[in-house]
Structure formats: structure tokens, C-alpha cells
């Protein structure tokens, strides 16, 4: 086995073992360690995050008109009874104004983009080729929301499905435009979207 895939393989697993160890991590803390792996992951990822003119350019671009494809989405979506009680089932955090401005943006957007999308989709682009590798990262993607789904009670095939689907688009989007806000943003607006529509049900009910 070649180094590349050795070290694809490591990192994925370093990637599958935080997701099973950070949500045992007090929520007094979140997001600062999230946010720290984020970081540290950016910058010891070997691809260009595109963070900066012109890339960054291109990836605001791209990434608003995936975030009002998806805003959009989730708005209509809120219109289908089964999806709009399953919204508001759901039991929202003590404070949604830390859930909404820290974790989401830094504790989830940011953390996660670094690591899988800049990260591991360099490390398995190298080891896969860019088609190959897109897949494994979006699969380990989805692998990591195993942990989430079991605790929240939810259908872990199903969220291995969606998140995996996601992971791919928001890989894709970066590929796509070169920088990382296009997957930001478009992740962004699926977390926000989705934590905006909670609140707005429970208010309303």
C-alpha cells in the first residue's frame, strides 16, 4: 500500500475516532475545541484553502447560490406535515443564540470543512485520485455522524445516506470554485436553515 493511502487511511480514522470522542465533550466548552481541530487541520492541510482574492472571490460566488438553493429548500420543506412535526419535535439547546452564532459557524462549519473537505479530501485526493477521493471523504463524512445519530435516536443508515450525499456536494463545491467558503457557505446555510426553522415551529407551536 502506498503512503499516500496509508496516510488517507490514518487520517480518516483520527477523523472517525474525534467524532465519537467530541460529543462526550462538556457544552461549556463547545466550540473551542471543535474549532481548534478545525484549525489545526487547516493548516496542516497541503491544499490551498482558497481563502484568500481571487479564490475567495469565486467561492462566495458559488457557495450563496448553493446556500439560497438550499435555503430555499428547507423553507419549502417546512410546508410537508411530516417533516414540519419531525422539525419540531426536536429538542433545541438551552441557548439557541450560542447554538446559532458559535456552535454552528465554528463549532460545526468551520471544524468540519477544515478537516474533511481541505484535510482529508487532500490526503485522499492524493491517495484516490480527485473522483475516488471525493467519494472516500464523503463516505468517512457520513461514517462520522454515526455517533450524533445514535445518541439523537435517528436512522443511522439513513444518516450515514444524507450526510455522506452532502459530504460529496460540499466536496464537489470546493473542487468546483477552489476555495473552501463555497462548501462554508452552503454547509452554513443547511445547519442554519434547518436551526432557524426549529425556532421559528417551537415559537409558533
Do not use: C, K
Not at 166 to 171: L, P, R, T, Y
Amino acid at each position: 500500500m502506498s503512503q499516500d493511502r496509508i496516510r488517507a487511511l490514518t487520517l480518516a480514522a483520527a477523523l472517525l475516532g474525534w467524532s465519537a470522542v467530541a460529543p462526550r465533550i462538556p457544552l461549556r466548552w463547545h466550540p473551542l475545541p471543535h474549532a481548534l481541530v478545525g484549525t489545526a487541520a487547516a493548516v496542516s492541510a497541503r491544499s490551498a484553502l482558497g481563502l484568500h482574492p481571487p479564490d475567495v472571490v469565486r467561492g462566495l460566488r458559488w457557495g450563496s447560490a448553493a446556500a439560497a438553493a438550499v435555503a430555499a429548500t428547507v423553507a419549502g420543506s417546512t410546508r410537508v406535515a411530516p417533516v414540519r412535526a419531525g422539525i419540531a419535535a426536536g429538542t433545541l439547546p438551552d441557548s439557541t443564540a450560542r447554538w446559532m452564532l458559535l456552535r454552528i459557524p465554528f463549532g460545526t462549519v468551520w471544524s468540519e470543512e477544515t478537516t474533511y473537505r481541505a484535510a482529508l479530501g487532500a490526503a485522499a485526493a492524493r491517495a484516490f485520485g480527485a473522483s475516488g477521493g471525493r467519494w472516500f471523504t464523503a463516505a468517512v463524512f457520513g461514517l462520522s455522524h454515526v455517533p450524533d445519530a445514535r445518541a439523537a435516536g435517528q436512522s443511522i443508515p439513513g444518516t450515514v445516506l444524507v450526510t455522506g450525499a452532502a459530504g460529496w456536494i460540499f466536496a464537489w463545491l470546493y473542487d468546483r470554485s477552489g476555495s473552501l467558503a463555497a462548501p462554508m457557505l452552503a454547509h452554513l446555510a443547511v445547519n442554519e436553515a434547518g436551526a432557524v426553522a426549529a425556532v421559528a415551529l417551537r415559537a409558533r407551536d
